[in-house]
T-cell receptor, first 113, second 113 residues
């Protein structure tokens, strides 16, 4: 089955700096890669996703890149703000699994003022 | 659109009792996924269902756990004879199918005393 590795497990940045979170996946059939943000005690919420037919996608301060050859994808947050502090999860899925998401273990991001 | 509805939000059970967790998908969504999250850990896939069918239960323990998604009514995750190790947050997600984003409910936090 699919195995998703996520790094780092914790990340602390100063407000205004950029944050980068990296994930690798094992199943070459995976073709859908979402990122979720989870605040303490809350549900995971989709912040951005990318499909395997594109290499990069951007939405305001958030961007995701995908390298299919190397089987890795990354989340980039620019101009970080304290409200960006949360746990971020990457995930991968394919039609083989009915698009059931396999998640990384999460990155706890802390943005300090 | 009310979103994915899970109830109860909190559930306390004594060891040996049964826990029943309910999930109503978003309107128009026929695909339901259950995930378990232990404190400060990632989301572990348990089971994927469509109406009246279990599609993939590879992440669900073989004993004591069962899931259903009947033709009418919510999806149910049932845990029989609960043990302390079952204490976790259980999240349900739904989608209309394909590589559409999964939308998560607010979860049920199960505590076994």
């Amino acid at each position: 089955g699919e195995n998703v590795e996520q790094h780092p497990s914790t990340l602390s940045v100063q407000e205004g700096d950029s944050a980068v979170i990296k994930c690798t996946y094992s199943d070459s059939a995976s073709n859908y890669f979402p990122w979720y943000k989870q605040e303490l005690g809350k549900r995971p919420q989709l912040i951005i996703d990318i499909r395997s037919n594109v290499g990069e996608k951007k939405d305001q301060r958030i961007a995701v890149t995908l390298n299919k050859t190397a089987k890795h994808f990354s989340l980039h947050i620019t101009e970080t703000q304290p409200e960006d502090s949360a746990v971020y999860f990457c995930a991968a899925s394919s039609s083989n699994s009915g698009y059931a998401l396999n998640f990384g273990k999460g990155t706890s991001l802390l943005v300090t003022p | 659109n009310a979103g994915v509805m899970q109830n109860p939000r909190h559930l306390v059970r004594r060891r040996g009792q049964e826990a029943r967790l309910r999930c109503s998908p978003m309107k128009g969504h026929s695909h339901v996924y259950w995930y378990r999250q232990l404190p400060e850990e990632g989301l572990k896939f348990m089971v994927y269902l469509q109406k009246e069918n279990i599609i993939d239960e590879s992440g669900m323990p073989k004993e004591r756990f069962s899931a259903e998604f009947p033709k009418e009514g919510p999806s149910i995750l049932r845990i029989q004879q609960v043990v302390r190790g079952d204490s976790a947050a259980y999240f349900c997600a739904s989608s209309p199918g394909g590589d559409s984003p999964l939308h998560f409910g607010n979860g049920t936090r199960l505590t076994v005393t």
